[in-house]
């Protein structure tokens, strides 16, 4: 399937590793050209220069998305060598801590980078997106927007936030051609989250080598109909399907990439 990338640009957010770094490859070998994003300038050279080695075009821009003026840099140095089509709002992190952890100060924090950061990129690249008539902006949320847990409070509520707002602009888009749509993942198996498994896996009894300890922590923290953690590029797939074509006649929807984790109908 041809998903007639080629010659859009696409901005991802966070992509210098991770959910990202995957939708940014996979875009990449779909024939768009990519803007890589990250904090760390190494490693976001380092993804651009894969991409670049891959046989797909990419450059890289480094800022905190988190910080007005750095975000505008952010947006400037994307459209140097011309527009971005495609926005895929990634960036985004959080703590584990408890309700009595989570203090005032942490929520504001992690509600500016996780939300208002993407407001940030969208009020600078879609009016653009909207002059032209054609645009994608993908959010990236997750289940627990949905289906909360009782840790990491503040994160939990900025998911719900992502998803509240990628359908908001979705309204507002209507009648120009740019389509806003959000893709949920359920517990994706990135670096972090496999050490984080690891690390607490003999106290908890689940076993000492990944054969035995994936089934015992799916089941105890994930249980999902797939019977297993999901893949980056399984998330890079549904993003890349709502930047096709093939995706014009969706428009604030959630696609939940999670194996069925979360148990509502809708």
């Known amino acids: ?39 760390d300038e190494n490693r976001t050279e380092k993804v651009a220069r894969e991409i670049r080695e891959g046989g797909g075009t990419a450059g890289a821009v480094v800022g905190d998305l988190a910080d007005d003026r750095a975000a505008a840099d952010v947006a400037r140095a994307a459209t140097a060598d011309g527009p971005v089509d495609i926005l895929v709002n990634n960036a985004g992190f959080y703590r584990h801590l408890s309700w009595a952890e ?54 939990n509520a900025t998911l ?45 009894g689940w076993g000492r080598t990944w054969d035995e300890i994936q089934p015992n922590a799916v089941q105890a923290l994930i249980p999902n109909d797939q019977e297993r953690f999901g893949e980056p590029d399984e998330i890079a797939a549904a993003v890349a399907y709502l930047c096709s074509d093939y995706a014009q006649y969706v428009s604030g929807a959630t696609i939940r990439v999670d194996g069925g984790l979360i148990r509502s109908a809708f």
């Open 160 to 204: 719900a936030a992502r998803h509240n707002l990628a359908v908001s602009l979705a309204r507002e888009l209507k009648g120009t051609g740019v389509t806003s749509n959000i893709v949920s993942p359920g517990a994706i198996l990135v670096e972090a989250t496999k050490d984080l498994v690891i690390g607490i896996a003999p106290a908890r």
């Open 102 to 155: 989570a203090t005032p100060e942490e929520w504001r924090d992690t509600y500016n980078v996780n939300v208002v950061s993407g407001v940030r990129m969208i009020q600078h690249l879609v009016p653009a997106m909207r002059e032209r008539g054609w645009g994608r902006v993908v959010t990236i949320g997750g289940g627990l927007a949905s289906q909360p847990m009782n840790t990491h409070p503040q994160y």
């Open 1 to 39: 399937m041809n998903l007639n990338l080629t010659g859009k640009r696409a901005l991802v957010t966070g992509s210098s590793a991770g959910l990202g770094e995957a939708t940014a490859k996979l875009l990449a070998a779909e024939g768009a050209t990519i803007v890589v994003h990250g904090r």
